[in-house]
C-alpha cells in the first residue's frame, strides 16, 4: 500500500527535540477509531514514556495535535494490517465494536501483529443480547429474566402473562433502536410484529426481559482471560436535555465517584459481575482481550447487568482515563500478548465531562461551524467530531466535544467544567447543565 509517513516522532512534535527516529527504542502505536474515546486514549498513551510515536485511523482535529491521523476507516481491517505490518507497529488498540466485529482482531493476530481488543467469536458478548442472556444465566450471573423468541405468537404468548412495563430487545445490531419499553400489551404486539414478522432490523430473534428500575451505571474492566482489572465506576447521562428528558443519545455527559454506589456495590459487581462474565467467557472457549463493560442497575434487588459492551464505553473513558496514575502502554501490551500485569493505580480524585453536541442532534443537524476560544481552556478537551477546514477547528458530527475537569469532589469538578465550557465560542453547540445531577439531588 502507498501510506509512507516518514513522520516527526511524537516528542519532536509534542517538545519540539530534534530525535533521530532510528535511534528511538520508544514504541509505535496504533490506535483505531476517532471519536472522544479514542482521544481519551491517544491521551493516556501520550503520557506513556514507552510511547515514541502514535498514529490513529481515522483520528479527527484534537487527535491529530497529539497523533498522526491516517485516512483509513476503522473497519478497512486490510488496509490497517498492511500500515501495521509496514510501519511496523509495535501494538494496536482498538476502540469501536464495528472494528472488533469486521475482525479486526483475528486478522492482526493471524498476521503476527499484536493487538488489544477480543476476537470476532467474543464480541458476541455485545452483539448478540441473546448469547449474553445465555451466558449470565448459565454462569449465575444477575440480569432480569427473560426467554427468547422467533415466533411471534409465542412470543407475544409469553409477554400477555408477565408484568408490564415489558423488556423487547432485538438479538442483533440495531443501531441503538433495538429496544423497546413496552408499557402495555398493544404496544408489545406492535412492537413484536415490528420484529418479527416485519423484520424491521433483519432476521433476528427477540429477547423478552422483565423490566428493572434503579440507577444505572458502568463498569469497565481490563479483561485478559480470567484475569480482571478494574477500572473506576461511571454514570452516562443518555438523554439530551437537562433533567433526563427529550430523545436518547449516544451520551451527553459522564462522571466518576457514584454517589449511590457503596464499596460492597463495587465488590459484589466486581466479583460476581465482571469476574465472573470473563470466566464464563473462558469456560465458553471465547477468552476476552481486551475491555469489557458491563451495564449495570443498582435495583432493590440488588445489582443486575442490563447490558454488556465488548469495548471502551463513550463518553466514559473520557472520565475513567484520566485518573489512571500507571502506564497504559504497560496495561495495553500485557493484555494484548496474555501476559499478567501490574495492578493499575488510580487517583482518588474524581472527574465530571460534559458533551457539548451540535444543535438538532441526536435528529438532523449541521456541519461546519466554526469553534473558537479552544486554546483558552484549562481542561481537557476530547474532539468527539471535529475537522480541520482552512486550518479552524469545525465541528463535524453530532457530538462535537467533551470538556472533562477532576477535582477532590463532585462540586469542585462541576464548577470548574461549566466554567471552562464559557470560554468556547460556537453558535451551533448545545450541552446539558445538571451532569452528575444524581450527586447533588
Ligand atoms: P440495552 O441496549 O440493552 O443497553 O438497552 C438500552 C437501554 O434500555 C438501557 O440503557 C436501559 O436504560 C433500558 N433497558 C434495557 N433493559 C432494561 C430492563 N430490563 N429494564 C429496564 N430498562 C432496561
Ligand atoms: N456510553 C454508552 C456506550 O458506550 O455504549
Excluded at 481488543?117 to 449470565?136: P, Q, V
Excluded at 422483565?210 to 481490563?222: H, I, K, N, R, T
Amino acid at each position: 500500500m502507498g501510506l509512507v509517513y516518514p513522520l516527526p516522532s511524537r516528542h519532536e512534535r509534542v517538545h519540539g527535540k530534534e530525535i533521530q527516529l532510528e535511534n528511538c527504542l520508544g514504541k509505535t502505536v496504533l490506535v483505531v477509531g476517532g471519536g472522544g474515546r479514542e482521544h481519551a486514549i491517544v491521551d493516556a498513551l501520550s503520557r506513556s514514556p514507552q510511547v515514541e510515536q502514535i498514529y490513529c485511523a481515522p483520528g479527527n482535529a484534537g487527535i491529530g495535535e497529539q497523533a498522526f491521523n491516517l485516512p483509513l476507516k476503522d473497519t478497512d481491517v486490510e488496509g490497517l494490517k498492511a500500515f501495521a505490518l509496514e510501519h511496523q507497529v509495535d501494538l494496536t488498540v482498538v476502540g469501536p465494536e464495528a472494528a472488533l466485529a469486521a475482525g479486526i482482531v483475528d486478522a492482526f493476530r493471524a498476521a503476527g501483529l499484536r493487538i488489544f481488543g477480543h476476537t470476532k467469536a467474543a464480541t458476541a458478548i455485545e452483539s448478540s443480547k441473546e448469547f449474553a442472556k445465555k451466558l449470565m444465566s448459565k454462569y449465575d450471573i444477575p440480569t432480569a429474566a427473560y426467554r427468547s423468541f422467533s415466533d411471534y405468537e409465542e412470543a407475544l404468548a409469553y409477554v400477555s402473562g408477565r408484568p408490564f412495563p415489558a423488556v423487547l430487545k432485538y438479538d442483533g445490531l440495531a443501531a441503538g433502536k433495538g429496544v423497546v419499553i413496552a408499557q402495555d400489551l398493544d404496544e408489545a404486539r406492535r412492537a413484536l410484529s415490528d420484529m418479527l414478522l416485519d423484520h424491521s432490523f433483519g432476521a433476528g430473534k427477540v429477547v423478552v426481559e422483565d423490566y428493572l428500575s434503579g440507577p444505572e451505571f458502568s463498569f469497565l474492566c481490563f479483561v485478559d482471560g480470567d484475569r480482571v482489572y478494574p477500572m473506576p465506576l461511571s454514570q452516562d447521562h443518555k438523554r439530551a436535555f437537562d433533567g433526563d428528558t427529550g430523545p436518547n443519545t449516544g451520551g451527553m455527559g459522564a462522571y466518576t465517584g457514584l454517589p449511590f454506589i457503596t464499596p460492597e456495590d463495587r465488590a459484589f459487581a466486581f466479583r460476581e459481575i465482571m469476574c465472573k462474565a470473563a470466566q464464563g467467557m473462558v469456560s465458553e472457549g471465547l477468552p476476552l482481550s481486551g475491555v469489557l463493560y458491563g451495564g449495570l442497575m443498582k435495583t432493590a434487588q440488588g445489582i443486575k447487568v442490563i447490558e454488556f459492551n465488548a469495548r471502551f464505553g463513550d463518553p466514559e473513558t473520557e472520565v475513567v482515563l484520566p485518573l489512571l496514575e500507571s502506564d497504559i502502554f504497560d496495561i495495553f501490551d500485557g493484555v494484548a500478548s496474555g501476559r499478567p500485569v501490574a495492578e493499575p493505580v488510580w487517583s482518588d480524585d474524581v472527574t465530571l465531562g460534559v458533551v457539548l453536541a451540535s444543535k438538532g442532534y441526536p435528529g438532523h443537524y449541521e456541519k461546519g461551524a466554526v469553534i473558537g476560544g479552544l486554546d483558552q481552556v484549562d481542561a481537557q478537551v476530547c474532539h468527539m467530531g471535529t475537522a480541520l477546514k482552512d486550518g479552524l477547528t469545525v465541528t463535524g458530527g453530532g457530538r462535537v466535544l467533551m470538556v472533562v475537569c477532576r477535582g477532590k469532589d463532585l462540586a469542585q469538578a462541576r464548577e470548574k467544567v461549566y466554567k471552562e465550557i464559557g470560554k468556547i465560542q460556537c453558535d451551533n453547540l448545545f450541552y446539558r447543565k445538571d451532569i452528575a445531577h444524581q450527586a447533588f439531588e
